[in-house]
Every structure is written in C-alpha cells, then in structure tokens.
C-alpha cells in the first residue's frame, strides 16, 4: 500500500508582496507543464510564501511555481510563450530559450513530511 505524506514548498526571493503564489505540482513527465495533479497557493508575506500539499503518495514529482500578480488564476504569458509574471521551478531548474526539463526539476517525496525551497528567478 502506497504511503501519502506532505509536501512543503518554501517560496523566497519575491520582488514584492504583489498577487498570491500559485503552486503546480506535476506527477509525471507526461504531465509537466500541461496538466497539473495537484494546485495550491499562498498569500505572499514578506517576499515569500509556504504552500503545502497533504497526503501526496509517495513518488516523484516537480513542482512549478508563479506570482499571480493580478491573482486571475493562471500564469500570463506574451504572445510568444513566455511568462509574464516570476515563475520557477523545483530544484531552482532553469530552461534555456525554453521551459525547464522534467529530469532538472524532479525530486522524491518519501514516507516522510518533505519540504523544499524555492528561489524566485531574478529574470523578471
């Protein structure tokens, strides 16, 4: 029997305190970046936000988290694809001309409670 446990998501480095933090949390590389398994936000308070996921099975995961500036529900974007608000992913994975890959982004959710950091990319 598959355990559950909870996921933690630490969001630093915010610019400001602007819109809600939306956090996406993917469970396959099928999925990454176009159907999320589970969605959370968070106020932002002091630069940062916590969003937490409870009773997340056990596996591998990527998480992907943006400032809803004007807290519509989705990531922005310009024309051609590109986020107009903050956006990060786990393990701080940067893509170049591009989304990051699943592989850079993946991390393990054990038995255990596990939390994980993420720095708000200064490219905004």
């Known amino acids: 029997m598959a355990q559950n446990s909870n996921l933690t998501i630490n969001v630093s480095n915010l610019k400001d305190n602007t819109g809600v933090l939306v956090a996406e949390l993917y469970n396959s590389k099928e999925n990454f970046l176009k159907k999320a398994y589970k969605t959370g936000s968070s106020v932002i308070k002091v630069n940062t936000a916590l969003v937490q996921f409870t009773g997340i099975p056990t596996g591998e995961y990527t998480v992907l988290v943006y400032q809803d500036k004007n807290s519509n529900g989705k ?6 694809g590109m986020p107009k608000e903050p956006v990060a992913c786990s393990n701080n994975a940067k893509g170049f001309m591009g989304p990051p890959k699943y592989e850079e982004a993946k991390f393990n959710v054990g038995a255990t409670d596990t939390k994980i950091t993420i720095k708000m990319g200064t490219s905004h």
């Open 75 to 80: 990531l922005d974007k310009y024309f051609i």
